[in-house]
């Protein structure tokens, strides 16, 4: 088996509605390699010799960073970098540990926003040094789209970019082989070249686009048999970069909501971590309350005192204030239920707990059974 490495430094990222961006998005798939190895076009500075086993990095469309590695040093942590196409200005984006085998993982939800568009540089740092960068080994391969070079904005623009635009884009290098697919305008060539950081390009051949826009390119064993690369493919015409490789977000997902959920104990019953004080004695037999992300509040009692009135509120965390959530009615059998549409405004992040009362009493609580 052939094994090539290669750094994605300088993989590009292009959001939809960027000036650019018409191409749709496309996410990013890479091994991660070591540093230290990479030779072609040229060596790399300030690198660590940290060990790897394997290694992996991928972003999505929806711009998610999920890292991986397996056989790193271990327990040690290592801080994901992005920078800039010369591997400049670098920003940190999260703190991955490893555990007592060397082993990591990282997942950043909307690690990259809609509609930023810029050039990353994806490495993972220890002890000040470059350890491992985003590249491709054997048969583990890299997978990129193609972005607009004047889409470019995150943190600067790119320079000597030209006008093109595209549909669709793709670049895949595996075992030494890298295969380009292109849908932008008709009947164009391209100069396919692989830039270093800051240095010259080294030309791989020429694509060009058929009648209706779409062209393939192909190059077998365009480095030698265990050459370990590092750079980027940019499609050039008219002397400007066009397109580079890279990835596009085009949807984000929704952002991580915190809910709360959970069941209602009797006061008297709580032991842990202390018994409550000014308990009632009304019987229950199970409650829950739920308040989502749109500020409702719903609660539900089972089995409490038949045909009577329970009063809802929600208590502070340090039980320095409390807030009536409303009023519920029991049945026959001891059952009630009250929703609160709006209860809590929008951008309300509270902490506290939900308590029941009848009569002013304390009655019900929030919490949890052990049970095991």
Do not use: W
Request: net charge negative; hydrophobic share 40%; aromatic share 6%.
């Amino acid at each position: 088996m052939k094994r090539l490495a290669a750094v994605t430094a300088g993989l590009l990222f292009a959001l939809s509605g960027a000036a650019h961006a018409v191409a749709k998005g496309e996410g990013i798939d890479a091994a991660l390699v070591r540093c230290v190895e990479v030779t072609y076009p040229l060596n790399l500075a300030a690198c660590g010799t940290d060990p790897l086993g394997t290694g992996r990095l991928e972003v999505k469309q929806t711009g998610d960073l999920e890292a991986t590695v397996t056989g790193a040093l271990p327990s040690s942590t290592y801080e994901v970098f992005l920078g800039t196409i010369d591997g400049s200005s670098p920003t940190s984006i999260v703190v991955m540990g490893t555990d007592t085998s060397g082993n990591g993982k990282v997942h950043v939800p909307n690690a990259f926003d809609l509609d930023q568009t810029g050039v990353v540089v994806l490495a993972l740092v220890r002890n000040a040094q470059v350890q491992f960068v985003a590249g491709f080994v054997g048969d583990r391969e890299l997978k990129a789209g193609l972005v607009p070079c004047g889409a470019i904005n995150t943190p600067v623009a790119l320079s000597t970019c030209g006008s093109d635009v595209m549909k669709h884009g793709e670049v895949k290098i595996e075992d030494g082989d890298v295969k380009v697919e292109l849908y932008a305008g008709a009947n164009t060539a391209y100069d396919v070249v692989v830039r270093s950081f800051g240095g010259p390009d080294v030309a791989l051949g020429t694509l060009t686009t058929n009648n209706k826009g779409k062209g393939q390119f192909r190059l077998e064993n365009f480095v030698p048999d265990t050459t370990v690369g590092a750079g980027n493919v940019v499609l050039r015409r008219d002397a400007h970069d066009q397109f580079v490789t890279g990835f596009q977000v085009t949807s984000t997902r929704p952002p991580f909501v915190a809910k709360f959920q959970a069941g209602l104990l009797r006061c008297a019953s709580v032991n842990t971590l202390a018994a409550l004080a000014g308990c009632g004695a009304d019987q229950l037999k199970k409650g829950e309350v739920f308040i989502d992300e749109k500020g409702d509040v719903k609660v539900h009692l089972f089995g409490a005192v038949p045909l009577s009135d329970y009063e809802v509120f929600f208590v502070a965390f340090d039980a320095s204030s409390e807030v009536s959530l409303g009023t519920l009615t029991t049945n026959p059998a001891g059952n009630g239920h009250v929703f609160a549409a709006d209860a809590f405004p929008a951008g309300t992040r509270g902490a506290g707990n939900v308590i029941v009362k009848r009569g002013g009493v304390q009655q019900y609580v929030t919490g949890f059974v052990v049970v095991r």
